[in-house]
C-alpha cells in the first residue's frame, strides 16, 4: 500500500474531522501518501482529491464538521457513477479506501468494494448511533451532550411558566439520543421508535404525574417516533385531551450535528482512525471498525449495514422508574 484515500459522506457529525486526522497521521506514521477526497463520493467521481501530509490536519481535532465536506450522492448509486469514480481510483494510484459515515455510507462502500475490487475499510460516525457492530458511532457522545445542555435550558422556561415541553431530537430510525438524553436531563416520557407507548399511555402518564404535584413537564420525542405524525400532532393531541396544560414544542435540529467533539469522541476517532489504517495494511477489507466491550473489533460491512442496533430495554425500565 502505497496510497491511501479517505473521505467523508452522509450527515456530518462532531469529531469527523478528528477521524480524519487520524487516518491522515497513521498513514504518515506508516510512510503511506493520504490522499483526502472531497464532497463524500461525488468528489471521488468528479476527481476533487488532494494529497495531505501530517501538518494538513493541525488544529483540527477539536472542530466540529468536516474540513473534506460531505455530501449524500445520488450519481454514485448509479453504475456510470461507480465506474467514474473507479476510473479515478486508478489514474491516482489509489490502494485503499476508507469511507467515514453512517449507513448511507457503508452501503455505497461496500457496492464500490464488490464491483471493482477496491479494498474498503468504513469508520462509523453518525450521531444517531445506529450502527450494528459498535457500542458508540463517533459524534454520538458530543450529541447526547449538546441535547442535554439544551433540554437543561428548556426546563428553566418550562418551569418558570408551569409549561410541557415536547422536544423532539434526532434519530430517523433509532431512539438512542432521545432515550438516553431523556433520562439524563430527567425527562417525564421519553418516545422512540423501537417502543411505541401509545397515545394513551402519555395522557395517562402526564395526568399522573400533574396529580401528583408536577407543574412542568418534558416529553422528549426521537424524530422516528411514530405514535403521532409529528411532534406537533402529539401537541395538538394533548391540547385536545388535557386542556390544563399549556403546551409547547421545540424542534432541536441541526444544532445536534455541530459543535467541538468531546473527549470520549476525540479518543474513539482516533483510535477508529488508526485501526483503519492498521486493517488496510494488514490486508483486511470489505469491514467497518468498531467499538466493542473497551476494544476496536473489525465487522464485516454487509453485517453493520444490515444489522439492527437494540435499544437497552434497562433503560425503558429506569425512565419509567424515574418518572415517578
Ligand atoms: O443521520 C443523521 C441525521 O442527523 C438523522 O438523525 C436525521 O434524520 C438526518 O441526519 C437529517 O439529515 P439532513 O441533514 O440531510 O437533513
Do not use: W
Request: glycine share 12%; proline share 2%.
Amino acid at each position: 500500500m502505497k496510497k491511501i484515500a479517505f473521505l467523508t459522506s452522509g450527515g456530518d457529525a462532531p469529531g469527523m474531522n478528528a477521524a480524519i486526522r487520524a487516518v491522515v497521521r497513521a498513514c504518515a506514521y506508516n510512510n503511506i501518501i493520504p490522499v483526502g477526497v472531497y464532497r463524500g463520493f461525488d468528489g471521488l467521481i468528479s476527481g476533487d482529491f488532494i494529497e495531505m501530509n501530517a501538518r494538513s490536519v493541525k488544529g483540527i481535532i477539536n472542530k466540529g464538521g468536516t474540513i473534506l465536506k460531505t455530501a449524500r450522492s445520488e450519481e454514485f448509486k448509479t453504475k456510470t457513477g461507480r465506474k467514474k469514480a473507479y476510473q479515478n481510483i486508478l489514474k491516482n494510484n489509489i490502494d485503499g479506501l476508507i469511507v467515514i459515515g453512517g449507513d448511507g455510507t457503508f452501503t455505497g462502500g461496500l457496492i464500490f468494494c464488490n464491483e471493482f475490487k477496491v479494498p474498503v475499510i468504513g469508520i462509523p460516525v453518525t450521531i444517531d448511533n445506529d450502527i450494528y457492530g459498535t457500542s458508540h458511532t463517533i459524534g454520538y457522545d458530543t450529541a447526547l451532550n449538546t441535547v442535554v445542555e439544551v433540554i437543561d435550558k428548556i426546563r428553566d422556561t418550562a418551569s418558570s411558566h408551569n409549561r410541557l415541553f415536547f422536544i423532539e431530537v434526532m434519530g430517523r430510525d433509532a431512539g438512542h439520543i432521545a432515550l438516553n438524553t431523556g433520562i439524563g436531563a430527567g425527562a417525564e416520557e421519553i418516545l422512540i421508535p423501537e417502543a411505541n407507548l401509545g397515545l394513551d399511555r402519555l395522557v395517562e402518564s402526564l395526568k399522573r404525574s400533574k396529580a401528583t404535584g408536577k407543574s412542568s413537564s418534558i416529553v422528549v420525542v426521537a424524530e422516528g417516533d411514530t405514535i403521532g405524525k409529528s411532534v406537533f400532532e402529539l401537541k395538538d393531541y394533548v391540547d385536545k385531551h388535557l386542556p390544563g396544560y399549556d403546551a409547547r414544542v421545540s424542534v432541536l435540529g441541526h444544532l445536534q450535528r455541530g459543535g467541538s467533539p468531546s473527549c470520549f469522541d476525540r479518543v474513539l476517532a482516533s483510535r477508529m482512525g488508526v485501526k483503519a489504517v492498521d486493517s488496510l495494511l494488514e490486508n483486511k477489507y470489505n469491514l467497518m471498525v468498531g467499538l466493542k466491550a473497551g476494544l476496536i473489533e473489525l465487522t464485516p460491512l454487509e453485517k453493520a449495514i444490515k444489522g439492527n442496533t437494540e435499544i437497552n430495554k434497562e433503560l425503558l425500565r429506569i425512565s419509567d422508574i424515574m418518572s415517578i
